[in-house]
């Protein structure tokens, strides 16, 4: 069996939002919506992963952000060769830089800081699966 490799070439935040009314003893929740979009023919792919912090308490949005970070493998594949770990690999990658983000951003806004705990993301691998395309 032929070893494939990855390595994350690329990362940015294209979107962030921080609602600075964040009541005193909220109860916060994370979602995560992950997205790819795969090119056969170099071998990029290019994951979009959006995080979002809700506020039970006011049934709002507090946290919003979008990370976009491009993944290059060690030669092109067919988008039903790219081996299974690589779905939750890429995001376990991706999550850190994430959370020192959102971290960062609230706690220069000098509010209630918003630290996002350490999380398993295996649950989001047939979710980043099924929502990845083929660009070429």
């Given at each position: ?59 709002s ?7 976009e970070a ?67």
């Amino acid at each position: 069996m032929e070893e494939v490799a990855f390595s994350l070439k690329d990362y940015k935040f294209s979107k962030a939002s921080l609602d600075f009314n964040i009541p005193d003893k909220a109860s916060l929740s994370v979602s995560f919506n992950p997205a790819g979009a795969y090119s056969q023919s170099t071998g990029v792919y290019n994951l979009c992963f959006d995080v979002i912090v809700g506020c039970k308490e006011t049934n709002s949005d507090v946290v919003k952000v979008t990370c976009e970070a491009s993944f290059e493998f060690n030669k092109p594949l067919k988008l039903e060769d790219i081996p299974q770990f690589f779905y939750p690999n890429s995001l376990a990658i991706l999550f850190p830089y994430v959370r020192a983000f959102v971290s960062t951003l609230s706690l220069q806004a000098n509010v209630r800081p918003v630290m996002l705990p350490t999380i398993n993301l295996m649950g989001l691998t047939d979710t980043l699966r099924e929502n990845t395309r083929v660009v070429d």
